[in-house]
């Protein structure tokens, strides 16, 4: 992703992403999910791993597929949830190339350690 190739709206939509992940219950979900991955999780199990009553869980994992940082697929009787990693990715693309390429306010080597 090249940064001269965003426009007004691809911003809303990552400002969009980070403020359905900035509740400490949708983050706890991502970090389910990604753990989850490939596979993704059903909503029982979800449910039982963070201890969220299903209505409020219902609430936010609804959050999180409206910005696309999950998807859902129906098997039989059953809703499993995946975390988007496509999303993810561009949007640590963006913040990336925000933060390290054009203005180096952070360096790129201390996030990359991270991921090692």
């Not at 090249?2 to 970090?31: C, F, W």
Request: aromatic share 6%; proline share 3%.
């Amino acid at each position: 992703m090249e940064l001269k190739n965003l426009d007004k709206s691809d911003v809303i939509h990552y400002a969009n992403m980070l403020s359905a992940m900035g509740t400490e219950p949708r983050l706890r979900i991502m970090q389910l999910l990604l753990s989850a991955h490939p596979e993704g999780m059903v909503v029982g199990d979800i449910q039982t791993e963070l201890g969220i009553v299903n209505s409020t869980l219902s609430h936010h994992l609804e959050k999180l597929k409206n910005v696309d940082l999950v998807t859902v697929r129906r098997d039989r009787q059953f809703l499993w949830y995946t975390a988007n990693t496509k999303a993810l990715q561009d949007l640590l693309a963006f913040l990336f190339a925000e933060c390290c390429s054009r203005s180096r306010a952070i360096k790129p080597e201390i996030i990359i350690s991270f991921c090692k």
